[in-house]
């Protein structure tokens, strides 16, 4: 069995060549391994690539990949594609280099994939795993691109950490079949991206718990650098794409909730310009927002499911009946908005309630009640 580990390395000196021997050292002991390490280094000033050469003179098994900087996730294209159309790998794990997911572990995942799973990944968490000396901002980090972003927003529920690099994937009927180079991701979004893929070919997922440790030796290259607001937007940009892609609806959901939030808006405005008391103007202003997204839901978003005749009637009052906790929460919201920072404050107020209440609260209800589809 061919294994391709590939480790991207920005600036990894000190690092790299203890991870290339410890690669081989533990495959010795796995006879029908052979190991193969693919280091895919943006030229780093640092001179990562000359230790990796040294290392080559001594094993053929070694590939080094140069290119320019360009980010994480095209490295890694670049070696998954390595290692499935050169190497011819069997199984492709990829790793960072600073030793933060333990090499020693990749075992377990390869037989993992023995054991018949297709994707293994490495975890933080499931039963069993561990981080270790993580800062309050690395952690409300992961928690939003993992959590918020990769489980809910995107919708990717075949694992529980989706921001990790250390996994194993099996090539055959499994990464092969991935269209590697559609794949544009820059920075760290890759991760999720290309489970995402995975998942659409119904391939068989597993997690292993680990230990996730502080780096080694050099800096992060993933933090509050001048390529942290482009890797969050890309994030947030690819969890979007893929919610879209899985499914239309949610898109469609929220046109229909822009332009309720529109109508709500203009009609609030304007009952506030007749001196109407804020939190009556947008409690008006939401019950019209219902009546338009009850109907444009009905016959747009969930046009699978259309109710009609003496039903139509029904689940509208039915609608509304769930509704009134939306236009409750936002009346208290601009209620005690306004009492607190003054009358003016009764927008934002208002698109606060909306954005952090009403919708998901809403698309629950819809989902779970008015139209009854069940479906991730
Ligand atoms: N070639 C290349 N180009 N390699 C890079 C680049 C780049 O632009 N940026 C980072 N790397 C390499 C690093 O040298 C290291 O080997 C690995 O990618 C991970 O980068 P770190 O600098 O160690 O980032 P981290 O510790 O913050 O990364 C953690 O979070 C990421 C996103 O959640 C780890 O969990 C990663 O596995 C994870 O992808
Ligand atoms: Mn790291």
Redesign the pocket.
Known sequence: MKIAHI??????KD?IGLMIGTIFRIGRKYRSWQNYVIV???Q?PDG?SSIVKKYQQKNKNIFLLL?K????G???VTGYQFAVNKVKADVVI?????F??DPEDYPKLVKKIGQGFDVVVASRHVAGSKVVGWNWF?KL??DI??SLLAWLVAGVHEVRDH????KAIRVKNCLDRIPLVKMKNA??S??LHILYELSKIGVKFTEVPVT?KE?RL??????FNR?YIRDIFEYIKSSIIIRIDRSERFFKYGVVGIVGLILQTLLSKLLVSLNIEPFIAVSVGAEAAIASNFLMNNYWTFNKHVISGMELINKFIQFNAASIGAVIIQGIVVFFGTLIFGKKAWFWSMIFAVFFLVIPYSYFIYNRYIWKTHEH
Do not use: C, M
């Open positions: 480790i991207p390395t920005y600036n990894e690092n895919v280094d943006d780093s990562t290119k900087k360009e980010g994480l095209r490295a890694l990829p790793n960072d280099a600073d933060q997911w690395r980090n992961h691109s993992n921001a990790g690099n250390f920075g760290f890759f991760q996730f780096r050099g800096v992060s290259k993933i933090g390529y």
